[in-house]
């Protein structure tokens, strides 16, 4: 997918290559303190955070597929979890064969995305993925615009749109692959 240009609804310029991912470097909480207070209030690692001692955050990905072909399109988001959930991914996180031991975990969407309705703290599972691979985060709550693309799928078009927008978008984002 990354190799397919599209001309961009946005800027009018022709793209080379349609971004497969995008990512959001923190949870919204974390972003939002200033430098001190990130110093002095918060750990943080490249897939776990911890606020005040008292709010839990791990990263994953949420994935779209896209119509007609084995890709897709991939969120690296952040979850809060229960600090309970929290010890125990952090406990297996380096256990081969974790995926098969642990059960999916509760969690809530630790990220606002403004190109769709509200999704921070939306209901979500947790699947715990193979050493090496972020978790995966499914959508509870069905009927959110973003659940609805999840379930079934994008067209390279609606993914090109998409990109086309985070791509001139002032925000957290980063375009590299998780």
């Known amino acids: 997918m990354a190799d397919a240009s599209f001309v961009c609804n946005v800027c009018g310029q022709t793209h080379d290559g349609i971004p497969p991912s995008f990512a959001a470097d923190f949870p919204d909480m974390y972003a939002g303190l ?12 490249s897939d776990q955070c911890i606020i005040d001692e008292h709010w839990f955050f791990i990263r994953g990905c949420l994935e779209i597929p ?8 991939l969120w690296g988001l952040w979850a809060s979890v229960k600090e309970e959930a929290f010890n125990e991914i952090s406990a297996a996180w380096e256990e081969e064969g974790r995926e098969s031991r642990l059960a999916p975990f509760k969690g809530r969407l630790a990220n606002s995305l403004s190109v769709y309705t509200e999704t921070l703290n939306l209901k979500l599972r947790i699947v715990i993925q193979p050493v090496g691979t972020r978790p995966l985060f499914i959508l509870e709550e069905e009927q959110h615009p973003l659940a609805v693309a999840q379930q079934r799928g994008m ?21 590299s692959p998780q």
């Open 155 to 175: 067209s390279r078009s609606d993914v090109a749109e998409l990109s086309a927008k985070l791509l001139h978008m002032q925000g957290p984002w980063s375009k």
């Open 66 to 73: 896209i119509f007609d072909s084995d890709d897709v399109f």
């Open 34 to 45: 200033s430098e001190s207070d990130r110093g002095s209030r918060a750990l943080i690692g």
